[in-house]
T-cell receptor, first 114, second 111 residues
């Protein structure tokens, strides 16, 4: 039991709509990262938040944005959904920012864009 | 830019055989190397974490080695069982904790 939860489990949206995905990190974990996993591929890094500030971003457009809250929860927002945004979205938390810490993943949110 | 490759992409073995899964990375300046298991449609389950200063980690039937100088990690699963059927992913971690994943090896263990 990693203690990282995500909601909702599944979501179906229409192209052009906006979506918010939520993640609850383990208590005390001040770093959260979000990943997108398309079918048959490895997860791709979207961005990372450390103490409520964005700390790094992968190769994703600005319509992907996030928030991290003091209560160890975070959000991934995607505007103007495209068909290619259909994927499994994973969040991962860790105790701190350094690369030596283990990442703990949630079960993911499956997003389908039609 | 870190690139992680996993070979083979798919593997099928009879029950009882040992599994050998390979992972290579292009930038040796990693902080750790993690191996994950993913069942169809599910999230990631962490199997083993090898710190950059370590050469290997073991957990039960699983053993993972790390050779930073050659940019390689290998996951060994002894005496495979049908329940080991899953996709196995390796990921290299940079100094900020960002994970760079390989595409995974899909394993099928036949009874």
């Amino acid at each position: 039991e990693t203690g990282v939860t995500q909601s909702p489990t599944h979501l179906i949206k229409t192209r052009g709509q906006q979506v918010t995905l939520r993640c609850s990190s383990q208590s005390g974990h001040n770093t959260v990262s979000w990943y997108q996993q398309a079918l048959g591929q490895g997860p791709q890094f979207i961005f990372q938040y450390y103490r409520e500030e964005e700390n790094g971003r992968g190769n994703f457009p600005p319509r992907f944005s996030g928030l991290q809250f003091p209560n160890y929860s975070s959000e991934l927002n995607v505007n103007a959904l495209e068909l290619d945004d259909s994927a499994l979205y994973l969040c991962a938390s860790s105790p701190d920012l350094a690369g030596s810490y283990e990442q703990y993943f949630g079960p993911g949110t499956r997003l389908t864009v039609t | 830019k870190q690139e992680v490759t996993q070979i083979p992409a798919a593997l099928s073995v009879p029950e009882g055989e040992n599994l050998v899964l390979n992972c290579s990375f292009t930038d040796s300046a990693i902080y750790n190397l993690q191996w994950f298991r993913q069942d169809p449609g599910k999230g990631l389950t962490s199997l083993l974490l090898i710190q950059s200063s370590q050469r290997e980690q073991t957990s039960g039937r699983l053993n993972a080695s790390l050779d930073k100088s050659s940019g390689r990690s290998t996951l060994y699963i002894a005496a495979s069982q049908p329940g080991d059927s899953a996709t196995y992913l390796c990921a290299a971690t940079d100094s900020w904790g960002k994970l760079q994943f390989g595409a995974g090896t899909q394993v099928v263990v036949t009874p």
